[in-house]
């Protein structure tokens, strides 16, 4: 991976995400990442085609949230939305099992309400 502080940071983006971009967006169906030529690729799969608002204010959400995350010194970020998945190679960063996972550990009562 050519960004090697990114494995380091992917948990603590990952419960800014729980608490900030997946309540926001419930059509998200998951939030994929990947550094590509050292850019940091952030995939949005949609349940169906987001709004131009929804997409708009989940990539600001997430610049925000890594822009914080590298301390101001994020790696360029390129966002792609879709409804099908990417056909390369991505991490997972946010997902229905991450989401309950995260929820059980520090947010139980998010697990009833769902997001």
Excluded: C
């Amino acid at each position: 991976m050519a960004l090697p502080i990114l494995d380091e940071l992917v948990p603590g983006i990952q419960l800014a995400v729980f608490e900030i971009v997946w309540p926001a967006h419930p059509n998200l169906d998951r939030i994929l990442f990947r550094v590509d030529d050292h850019m940091l690729d952030v995939y949005f799969q949609w349940r169906s085609a987001p709004t131009e608002v929804d997409r708009e204010s989940s990539e600001r959400l997430m610049q925000e949230t890594i822009d914080v995350a590298f301390d101001g010194k994020a790696p360029s970020i390129r966002f792609v939305s879709e409804a099908a998945p990417p056909s390369e190679q991505y991490h997972e960063l946010m997902s229905e099992p991450i989401f309950k996972s995260i929820a059980s550990a520090v947010a139980p009562w998010r697990l009833k309400a769902g997001r």
